[in-house]
């Protein structure tokens, strides 16, 4: 039995609530061109997909985001930058924060309503005050239309890239969506996963019977896997790289395309080995072609401090959920990455 606690705003009064300015439209518009180019491989710049593991606290995500884009004007030669706005959290076991879509304050429980303004707030500042439209993940599909004006990147998680209903929404989103190898690491299911969302549908969405067209930009995430007993197993390495171009070819997808998660079960959730795996993708790519043509990018976690906190947040800009690079360390290795590719 659910108990009702209270109805929850829809997507369409929300969008009038807090729009998208006209400026912020032109932005996103340019910004979603942009990537679809470089995910298709008309345009050879590399993607950076990187920010908080949560974005827990507007006043200091927009501070990072204001940094991140003083340094994207500055590599934008060689570096498209996406920033990680991620409003949900994945939980393995159900509990702990969830993101500010249900917690908008973590030391006061859950408020949906509260939080789906918050999102969406903060959000539309990251485009309007740094010109950055951003990356979250697509936690819950029937939440998508509060956000689908707003995002240049949608990610499916490990968690949900089995789930019928994130590959059949994931076929309707106009942007790149990302699909990481489900968490037991199998890349033939990654793959019957971008098939499905590269595909037309139709289906219930909401109160509605929708048809698709497919999404043509749909394509993987590598994330490493994790095997029965709980150990991390990396794919990031070369020969892991050049076996799934392979498998990505006989499947005739179209756009093939790979984005690396440098932390998560390719780093053993360590953010600080996330530079080195960097370094070593960016070796492979400078040594093989196909290794190159196939990997358009990397996902980084960062965020201003270094490391991680408990959910009460009393440092500033210091993850609450996984560990992160911090900013200085980020800012070094965004400048890296640009001069060696």
Same mark, same amino acid.
């Given at each position: ?187 033939? =299911? ?7 969302? %590269?595909? +037309?549908?139709?289906?219930? #969405? @909401? !109160? ?91 996902? =980084? ?7 991680? %906190?408990? +959910?009460?947040?009393?440092? #500033? @800009? !210091? ?23």
């Amino acid at each position: 039995m659910f108990e009702r606690i209270k109805e929850i705003i829809t997507p369409e009064d929300v969008k009038k609530i807090l729009p998208l300015s006209e400026n912020g439209k032109r932005v996103k518009s340019e910004r979603d061109s942009l990537l679809k180019k470089i995910i298709s491989g008309l345009d050879d710049r590399k993607v950076m997909i990187v920010g908080p593991c949560s974005a827990d606290n507007e006043v200091a995500v927009l501070d990072y985001m204001s940094r991140l884009a003083r340094i994207s004007e500055q590599v934008k030669d060689k570096l498209f930058i996406v920033p990680r706005i991620y409003t949900n959290k994945p939980r393995t076991r159900g509990d702990g924060y969830k993101g500010i879509f249900h917690n908008p304050n973590p030391c006061k429980g859950t408020d949906i309503q509260e939080g789906i303004m918050a999102m969406r707030h903060m959000h539309i500042k990251s485009i309007e005050e740094t010109g950055l439209s951003a990356a979250d993940e697509m936690l819950y599909p029937e939440n998508y239309d509060y956000l689908e004006d707003l995002l240049t990147y949608v990610a499916v998680g490990a968690r949900s890239s089995e789930n019928q209903q994130h590959r059949l929404v994931a076929s309707g989103v106009d942007v790149p969506v990302g699909v990481k190898n489900p968490m037991f690491g199998s890349m033939s =299911v990654l793959l019957n996963s971008i098939y499905a969302a %590269q595909i +037309p549908n139709e289906f219930k #969405y @909401g !109160k509605y019977q929708v048809k698709t067209a497919g999404n043509a930009y749909a394509h993987a995430v590598l994330r490493g896997g994790v095997d029965s007993f709980g150990n991390n197993i990396p794919n990031y390495h070369y020969e892991d790289v050049i076996k799934f171009y392979d498998m990505y070819k006989q499947q005739n997808l179209k756009n093939p395309a790979v984005i690396i998660d440098v932390n998560h079960s390719n780093s053993n959730k360590n953010p600080f080995e996330q530079i080195r795996i960097v370094k070593e993708i960016i070796s492979n790519m400078n040594s093989c072609d196909k290794f190159k043509e196939l990997v358009k990018g990397f996902m =980084v976690e960062s965020y201003i401090e270094d490391g991680n %906190q408990s +959910p009460d947040g009393s440092v #500033y @800009g !210091k993850s609450i959920t996984d560990g992160c690079l911090g900013w200085d360390k980020t800012r070094k290795l965004i400048f890296d990455v640009a001069e060696h590719l």
